[in-house]
């Protein structure tokens, strides 16, 4: 099972690194807020809550970019800001609460996430959508169910492959 997961897990990495021409974009949208007087804040929903930790307490700390929320209130923004948020599916009710208020105060905003079957309007919300490519759990069982969905890892994947976009984005400005 573990090959079959690796395997599995390496074609959805692929699967998203085809999509290069829009991890530049995010990258540099997310970029143009630390080069002027901005950050970037980065929330994650439900289990991507993790991704808030990896930015407050990972080895690749930047002083710019910061988690959304701290001690579960929302931190100032303001309109030089930028927003990454991260969730499961583009249905879900909390990430679009708080895309549509980040929306309506002129707060730019990057989303990660996979379209849901039903209609959404979360992507339309986004000045740039990642959709992080994982649509069903990756290893087949004996009985015919699947196990084996690792999107937080996934998404820590794609926020690295941002972080790294943005330093080369970053080394070229200076």
């Known amino acids: 099972m573990l090959k079959i997961f690796t395997?599995?897990?390496?074609?959805?990495?692929?699967?998203i690194l085809k999509n290069?021409?829009?991890?530049?974009?995010?990258?540099?949208?997310?970029?143009?807020?630390?080069?002027?007087?901005?950050?970037?804040f980065v929330h994650?929903?439900?289990e991507f809550n993790g991704i808030s930790s990896e930015v407050a307490y990972g080895a690749d700390q930047i002083?710019?970019?910061?988690?959304?929320?701290?001690?579960?209130?929302?931190?100032n923004l303001s309109t030089v800001d930028r927003v990454l948020l991260f969730t499961?599916?583009?249905?879900?009710?909390e990430a679009?609460?708080?895309a549509k208020n980040l929306s309506d105060s002129s707060i730019g905003l990057v989303i990660v996430s996979t379209t849901s079957d039903n209609e959404d309007s979360l992507s339309d919300l986004a000045d740039v959508f990642i959709n992080y490519?994982?649509?069903?759990?990756?290893?087949p069982t004996d009985e015919g169910d699947r196990i084996g969905y690792p999107s937080l890892l996934i998404g820590l994947f794609i926020y690295h492959c941002?972080?790294?976009t943005i330093n080369e984005i970053l080394a070229d400005y200076e």
Do not use: C, W
């Open 7 to 15: 395997t599995q897990l390496t074609g959805v990495f692929q699967k």
């Open 20 to 40: 290069e021409e829009v991890f530049e974009d995010a990258a540099r949208f997310l970029a143009q807020a630390m080069i002027g007087e901005g950050k970037v």
């Open 88 to 93: 499961r599916q583009t249905d879900d009710l």
């Open 44 to 46: 994650g929903t439900k």
């Open 96 to 98: 679009i609460e708080i």
């Open 133 to 139: 490519e994982l649509t069903r759990k990756l290893v």
């Open 63 to 75: 002083n710019s970019i910061e988690p959304l929320f701290i001690n579960g209130e929302i931190q």
């Open 162 to 164: 941002l972080l790294l």
